[in-house]
């Protein structure tokens, strides 16, 4: 199972909105709404903003955002804070039991 | 709360074993599976496998079956994660996550991580 393909690096100016692309195949990202994201910190463990695609856990900022078109899942990050500066990934189901990640995407707060 | 509190940091040689437990609290571990991640130094998150650690079913990524044993303790409430035959390539640090069984699908409790370093 190859990972899922994410841009290495995004960026974006404080108050701006970035968006941040996760493609799969018709296999996992196109065949199911079991994506979600999670948001890194340096030496932190990973932490879940997006579930099921569109779905927010409570205390989870609404500035965060996810949607999904064909084999292309994407997280938008709106009014872009200084916190925000971390490591993205997208995780999707890709069935028989076996999930992927995507290759991560550092969002860089200019 | 729910919580994953994790074993700490191991220094093996090549060739070598390791396991890694993971003790849950503050929810029913049967009704979630635990998946297990593994992140090399500068690397990308990495899926490995995850037990139902009500049945102890267990499913592995196709790159890690042969290499990595996933199991559970009776109570159901500590899960174990076992790589044999270690290789430089081992290093990193290994996070277990939790996700109910079923819906939502999302890993909403992360451990706090542990660092193996393969090194002769």
């Known amino acids: 199972q190859s990972a899922l393909t994410q841009p290495p690096s995004a960026s974006g100016s404080p108050g701006q909105s970035v968006t941040i692309s996760c493609t799969g195949t018709s296999s996992d990202v196109g065949a199911y709404n079991f994506v979600s994201w999670y948001q890194q910190h340096p030496g932190k463990a990973p932490k879940l903003m997006i579930y099921e695609v569109t779905k927010r856990p409570s205390g989870v900022p609404n500035r965060f955002s996810g949607s999904k078109s064909g084999n292309t899942a994407s997280l938008i990050v709106s009014d872009l804070q200084a916190e925000d500066e971390a490591d993205y990934y997208c995780?999707?189901?890709?069935?028989?039991?076996?999930?992927?990640f995507g290759g991560g995407t550092n969002l860089i707060v200019l | 709360q729910a919580q994953l509190v994790q074993s700490g940091a191991e220094v093996k040689e090549p060739g070598a074993s390791v396991m890694v437990s993971c003790k849950a609290s503050?929810?029913?571990?049967?009704?979630?599976?635990i998946h297990w991640v593994r992140q090399a130094p500068g690397q990308r998150l990495e899926w490995m496998g995850w037990i139902n650690p009500g049945k102890g079913d267990t499913q592995s990524s196709q790159r890690f079956q042969g290499k990595v044993t996933i199991t559970k303790d009776t109570s159901a409430t500590t899960v174990y994660m076992a790589v044999s035959s270690l290789t430089s390539e081992d290093t990193g640090v290994y996070f277990c996550?939790?996700?109910?069984?079923?819906?939502?699908?999302?890993?909403?409790?992360w451990g706090q991580g542990t660092t193996v370093t393969v090194s002769s």
């Open positions: 995780w999707s189901f890709a069935g028989g039991e076996n999930w992927v």
């Open positions: 996550a939790k996700k109910t069984i079923g819906h939502p699908h999302g890993l909403d409790v």
């Open positions: 503050g929810y029913t571990s049967n009704n979630y599976a």
